[in-house]
């Protein structure tokens, strides 16, 4: 994963628990390096292992670190300099997600090594989609979770999520169910 994720996973740390805790969180993985470079790919190992420290560390299942990590990940994105990237791809909840493989393609131009999830949506309501999550990686379900929830705060769109498909056990991807309120019109 890029060194982008790995700065959010810090900056998330740092902003709810402290630099002191992050601290504990690089010796718990082992870290030695002193920052990360955004644009640079470091091994998928050292995201899940800086995950698993800082689920030890700060006392927090792995899932609802990822969950909260996703959530985070919407508005750390956007002030890294991905807000125009983001106003781009959809000006809804709805619209963002179903453009969002297109977003991962062009972010890829940047980022060669970048090998992004893809998200398929079906079954769109008035106030439900169904989101096909495929990815290489295991066990990020939880934060796509998050990155629903955030989604739904960047649009004013008070989303609930429903993880109903699991990946293995009941087939080749994750299903999420979200439910969303749009904001009424006078």
Known sequence: ???????????????????ARWREVKDKAGLELGSFVGMKAYPDALTYKL???ASEVLDLEPGPLLEAFGEYWILYTAREGYGELLEASGGSFVEFLENLDMLHARIRLTMPSLKPPSIRVTDVGTDSVR?????????????????????GKRFSTPVEVVH?????????????????VTALTS
């Open 51 to 53: 995950v698993g420290a």
């Open 131 to 151: 989101v096909h999550y495929h990815s290489d990686r295991d066990g990020l379900a939880p934060m796509v979770v998050g990155l629903l929830r955030g989604l």
């Open 1 to 19: 994963m890029y060194g982008l994720v790995n700065k959010a996973i810090e900056q998330l740390v740092v902003a709810n628990y402290g630099e």
């Open 164 to 180: 109903d498909k699991v990946r293995g056990k009941d087939g080749d991807h994750d299903e999420f169910v979200a439910n969303y």
